[in-house]
């Protein structure tokens, strides 16, 4: 009775978090660097309309937000964020977190951090989100638990010394 849970949960560990051969890595490293390579350019490719999509006088302001049902269950720590110079702040910070997880530099916090910006952008205004968005989020929140940082990363040239799963 009890080794049939204890299975599962390896097998869902073995799956999710078991990065040991070198192909499983390789892969992980490739995936880490495309998936955050799109998000990067679609961040990027937002950039010119940032105040018409997120900030107070834009598409959305949170007035309105308020009263559309679809916000109500969705907080974001950018409804505090008045000023369209915070806001182009928080998104510089998120393309450095997301060039900083292609290049594999810091690739835990960066993964992290980037999914945190990407999720307070995402639920600021969810009528700009489109496909690449949701899916976006989920390989972001997938690459916060991974060994993706294993292969292809800036960490390596610049800290030789640390030792590196």
């Known amino acids: ?8 949960l390896n097998g869902w560990n073995r799956f999710w978090f078991d ?6 890595l390789t892969t992980l490293g490739l995936f880490r660097i495309c998936a955050s390579s799109v998000l990067l350019f679609t961040y990027v490719s937002r950039m010119p309309d ?8 834009g598409i959305l302001p949170s007035a309105y937000r308020v009263t559309v049902e679809l916000f109500r269950y969705r907080p974001t ?15 510089v910070l998120l393309l450095l977190f997301l060039f900083s997880l292609m ?18 952008f995402l639920n600021r205004n969810v009528a700009v989100q489109f ?3 949701t899916v976006g989020t989920f390989f972001l929140f ?15 040239k610049l ?3 640390e030792r590196r799963q």
């Open 159 to 161: 800290f030789p010394r």
């Open 103 to 120: 290049l594999g530099f810091g690739t835990r916090f960066a993964a992290i951090g980037a999914y945190f910006l990407h999720m307070c």
């Open 50 to 57: 940032l105040g018409f999509f997120y900030s107070e006088g």
């Open 19 to 24: 990065s040991r051969s070198d192909s499983q």
């Open 142 to 156: 997938y690459l916060c638990f991974t060994q993706c940082g294993a292969r292809f990363y800036l960490d390596a």
């Open 131 to 133: 496909g690449v968005d």
């Open 1 to 8: 009775m009890i080794r049939w849970p204890r299975e599962i």
């Open 77 to 91: 720590p950018l409804d505090g964020v008045w000023s369209i110079t915070a806001l182009e702040g928080l998104h």
